[in-house]
T-cell receptor
Framework: GQQLNQSPQSMFIQEGEDVSMNCTSS?????WLWYKQDPGEGPVLLIA?????ELTSNGRLTAQFGITRKDSFLNISASIPSDVGIYFC????????????FGKGTRLHILP | GAVVSQHPSRVICKSGTSVKIECRSL??????MFWYRQFPKKSLMLMAT?????????EQGVEKDKFLINHASLTLSTLTVTSAHPEDSSFYIC??????????????FGDGTRLSIL
């Protein structure tokens, strides 16, 4: 079935460092979404991307919709402790399939 | 922003009990709601798509009679885990997509329900 390859699976960084994670797929998507999930809670939408090449920011977060429509990245600048959590990418297909496909998540750890 | 409320947040009950979980879109109408199950340290696994006024569409391997879904209005979908057993213990999360804007609207998630069957 459809799969998104999200990497890295986990990251250990120092507070203040920048973070980058990405998702790739063999299929084309017409919407890319990035979510963050804190322990014991549901995912929260961070950024939604609707056009190839689109670059969108939300505070210290920046995400881009790849030109090929098969990839997206999320950057976090100047990380802070509350950035800890799991980040999921998700994509919606071109053929109006209502189901979104999730990546397996990137677990972000911030070292003291 | 779009708010989805899920209730209850935590359920602990005995084996054989049926448990109902509610998912409400508070500030928008949702023609479509989704139910996911999430195992520890894993991604979300779609169980079923709930369409207002029609039968839910279940993913392969999900038992329809075990996980009953009702989407009676544009703001409410319910998932009932019937005769729950310990293997049904999990984190269940719903999401909803706004009615307006067509199929590209992002899904907004509830805070999840942690179900523990003793």
């Amino acid at each position: 079935g459809q799969q998104l390859n999200q990497s890295p699976q986990s990251m250990f960084i120092q507070e203040g460092e920048d973070v980058s994670m990405n998702c790739t797929s063999s299929s084309i998507f017409n919407t890319w979404l990035w979510y963050k999930q804190d322990p014991g809670e549901g995912p929260v939408l961070l950024i939604a991307l609707y056009k190839a090449g689109e670059l969108t920011s939300n505070g210290r977060l920046t995400a881009q919709f790849g030109i090929t429509r098969k990839d997206s990245f999320l950057n976090i600048s100047a990380s802070i402790p509350s950035d800890v959590g799991i980040y999921f990418c998700a994509g919606l297909k071109m053929n109006r399939d209502d189901k979104i496909i999730f990546g397996k998540g990137t677990r972000l750890h911030i070292l003291p | 922003g779009a708010v989805v409320s899920q209730h209850p947040s935590r359920v602990i009950c005995k084996s054989g009990t049926s448990v109902k979980i509610e998912c409400r879109s508070l500030d928008f109408q949702a023609t479509t709601m989704f139910w996911y199950r999430q195992f520890p340290k894993k991604s979300l696994m779609l169980m079923a798509t709930s369409n207002e006024g029609s039968k839910a569409t279940y993913e392969q391997g999900v038992e329809k009679d075990k996980f009953l879904i009702n989407h009676a209005s544009l703001t409410l979908s319910t998932l009932t885990v019937t005769s729950a057993h310990p293997e049904d213990s999990s984190f269940y999360i719903c999401s909803a997509r706004a009615h307006e804007g067509g199929g590209n609207q992002p899904q907004h998630f509830g805070d999840g329900t942690r179900l523990s069957i003793l």
